[in-house]
């Protein structure tokens, strides 16, 4: 029997809104949103050629969501969309140099939110609560 007082689904969700909470609180936002940060820092890791569907998987995102985030993202000039010298149906989302100044930023403080989110849980209880979650994600997709 499934305890509504301790349900996953309500913990993950708890977690997910403090998680944003914490993001939109910091220093960098003043210039773009929490979600703009984590994509900015999912898009400065990236070597290669990046799409929106690249966004999308990374998030799970719809597409539409996808369309406005990048949309904002390349009007506050962070990145423009140009299309791919092999395909013009393919946009590619290149960084802008406005973008490349806010790299070391964003990236020390996703790093220092995932530090203080991980403080004081052991490595092994940190694997089983991804083996944990990635199977919670494959049960919603199925």
């Known amino acids: ?76 000039g962070l990145l423009i969309r140009e299309p791919a010298p092999y395909d013009n149906r393919l946009k590619r989302i290149v960084l802008t140099d406005k973008a490349l100044v806010y790299k070391d930023q964003v990236v020390e403080e996703l790093t220092d939110l995932e530090e203080t989110l991980v403080r004081g849980i052991p490595e092994e209880k940190l694997e089983v609560f991804f083996e944990v979650i990635e199977k919670m994600m494959d049960n919603l997709s199925e």
């Open 1 to 76: 029997m499934v305890s509504l007082t301790r349900s996953a689904a309500r913990y993950v969700s708890k977690l997910s809104n403090k998680l944003r909470r914490k993001l939109d609180m910091l220093s960098s936002r003043n210039e773009f949103s929490g979600s703009q940060g984590r994509a900015l820092h999912f898009l400065l890791a990236q070597t290669g050629d990046i799409f929106q569907k690249d966004i999308e998987e990374e998030y799970s995102i719809r597409p539409s969501t996808a369309t406005e985030l990048l949309k904002q993202m390349e009007k506050n």
